[in-house]
């Protein structure tokens, strides 16, 4: 992400620019041992290969199947060619498009990350103690996209990318049987197997009073209660980690989960999905910024001024208060208001403001753009101990959406990108560029999904014009890591 | 609101179900003596009369314009006459209908309360230091309705409809030359009449660095801080009266003020807003519950546990734990979480869940069923001396409608009703209502739209029959009190 984390910061939380140590591939509690790819259906790991110092020192998606010299060329700066997994290959599942290009300059290599697999989820045998036939015991599949977009340093990324999707799987575990299952799920799990059949919830239900009603959850909600989960285990590994082996910076998480006939976008930072649907745009995330989480960031300063400092006040000027202002009034905003008013400015109101700056610019603290992700434990206030981290969610929000509840065509996508993307183009243009570029590809051409992705790429990127990336406009193109999926609604096998 | 907080938790807070003492009438800060109400423009207070002790027992708004017997039959139970402002008398501002009915016996008197007035405000001379046209430094007016809808005794909703205005307008004094300037407001005021003029912003930008940019603050977001913070100041007053003169329970308030073109329709409860308009529903509020608020009060219960006492849990459970479920897993949700999952029950688990229950049955702390409103500064935990008003906000949202973006029509209307309405239809009836009632009237008939407000309350009320008062559908018609306001969008004196 460019420019989401200033650059005096970076310094603090990275090893001087240089890359640090691989993280170990950490082991997940249960975890089976890892098959080899080609003994898992669709199987594209994002695991970067070990095998030479060079492939250490940057990695991109294994997807790609990039040769050494063209993971040379994928790391150029100056070209800034643009990346997709090779026609001659595997396709991805359900013909997913992708595509990616490096930044401009403002880091060494590329920090954006991509995954997409297809993930066998074997259940805990018997969680529920009930005595099932044996179909209802099989495993589930689920297929994950995700992208990852580094600040500080690629490592965050880099192991998001690699282990996400095994937090996710870990979560699914033990609802493999009761999502296979048309009851609603049980309340309550008996602690030891073999226990009485615990299926049905109405065994479970104890005394009720008016003030203790049952309340009823969803297969739907567990999935995104285990997404969520999976967020944080996530989140405390890279903690765990990073004491022992240095984990670079953090990043902003799109995660796509399909199972059961339903996607289920996670996302937590400024990436952003959409759905294009017979030319009808469907949002399905929301950016995490400074801004969009201003009340959430003050109300936590305001409830624990001790993460402040002496440094930070939680109440938000228009701009920086000057001391020769001292009891005149400004203009200010507190935790619990959306509009202005006029306050009699006072000694701590020359503390920085915890959120300051608009659009791009705004930050918390004075040096982070985004307020969700992944990672960033190391992250400290410039010239200053003062820790970060604790203003951060590792919480995405998850939207779900019904795939069976609509007759989708060729052209309907999910379309996720990185802020690359997003920061010079907009949910029209990109469904005008939908539209415009599957239109000149055959319906069950499985490469229009790849092309989709390249011209959204190249189109955010640029051409080199008048020392720097320009966009037909003569605006300036994107000069960050720009990364794109693109899925196909028609789900899995449908066009490939 | 019928039900909002258990009954056993009322004895804690109203001395004992008998009407406590009126609220002294306060005095705001810099609050020039009220004048008499003819001196004002359309002036409709709704301050009650002190004519009688029957009268100060309970009070409608005076706007209905209630003889002693209309007001005995307002508070007859039995007969739950709807009552409207008179046709004979003086209308409402922009002829603005407004219905209401008492509850079915669930409080001794109508907790709903209604405020209609148009609001002179009178600005502080040379704000912003500035010299000035004399046109400048003229007054401004707003239109103001107000819905109050108490819990737990009528003494908060019927503080909050006799003041809340006037917090209004206090708030609005240090604007009134800033609003009627075309430039944006500035930045930061002098602090004494006099210094040079800061009227131009551009003149108060200080060095500004790349981290410091300034914030275009808008006239309308300082109207919406004005609007906050009168919320605010009116709760601290409650807060601040109660220790001389009890006032009884809480109150929801939804407010609207009609200023320099548009409408400010600002919520704190479960009261709700909607404009229908050439037959689309635009909503103007949202309701704030036990569940719609659930993340905010669970983090604030996780960041200060004090808060909690011993007996409640922030973690919610589907049900309520019981000790022999110790060590099984059980679904649960924390603060981060949309979703559900299972965690193994401990000891602190079998606490009470600060949340819990659906629907109209969610309850904080097993008592209260909305979350944000004015007052419940002594409602503490049934049997405890736990205080619930730490998790209740006075905040309100502020939605902003700006009246000239569209050609209104005569049946263009804001619909605000208390959820005595809402329990018992929805968005699209009432639109349904709007259109057959005021098809049935002349569009230049002003008195179309107290017929509406009286035919959604008689809509909501229903018929006496079996035993309980019956809609159409023999459904059980709203047994709560019902407040509502229909105000034509056309604007000031369009159809009187």
Known sequence: MLNRVRSAVAHLVSSGGAPSPRPKSPDLPNSPTPKSPSARPGNWSGAPAKTSEARARFSRPTFLQLSPGGLRRADDHAGRAVQSPPD???????STGYAEVINAGKSRHNEDQACCEVVYVEGRRNVTGASREPSSSQGLCFYYWGLFDGHAGGGAAEMASRLLHRHIREQLKDLVEILQDPLPPPLCLPSTQGTP???????????????????????????????????????EQMAQERRGHQVEGG??????????????VANAGDSRAIIVRNGEIIPMSREFTPETERQRLQLLGFLK???????????????????????????????????????????????????CGEGKKARVMATIGVTRGLGDHNLKVCSSTLPIKPFLSCFPEVRVYDLTQYEHCPDDVLVLGTDG??????DCEVAAT???????????????????????????RGIPRDRGWRLPNNKLGSGDDISVFVIPLGGPGSYS
Chains 1, 2 share one sequence.
């Open 88 to 94: 001659t290959g595997r396709r991805l599942p359900w």
């Open 197 to 235: 059949s615990f299926s049905d919830s109405s065994h479970l239900v104890g005394p009720q009073s008016c003030w203790s009603p049952q309340k009823e959850v969803t297969h739907e909600s567990l999935v995104v209660g285990a997404i969520e989960n999976a967020f944080q285990f996530m989140d």
């Open 251 to 264: 990043c902003c998480a799109l995660v796509v989960v399909y199972l059961l006939g339903k996607m289920y």
């Open 305 to 355: 001024p001790e993460l402040l400092g002496s440094e930070f006040t939680h109440l938000e000027f228009p701009r920086r208060v000057q001391p020769k202002e001292l009891g005149q009034k400004m203009l200010y905003r507190d935790q619990n208001m959306t509009g202005w008013a006029y306050k009699k400015i006072e000694l701590e109101d020359l503390r920085f403001p915890l959120v």
């Open 421 to 426: 993307l997003w920061d010079v183009t907009n």
């Open 434 to 460: 939908v539209d415009r570029v599957l239109s000149a590809y055959e319906p069950n051409d499985p490469s229009r999904y790849t092309a989709l992705a390249q011209a959204l790429v190249l189109g955010a």
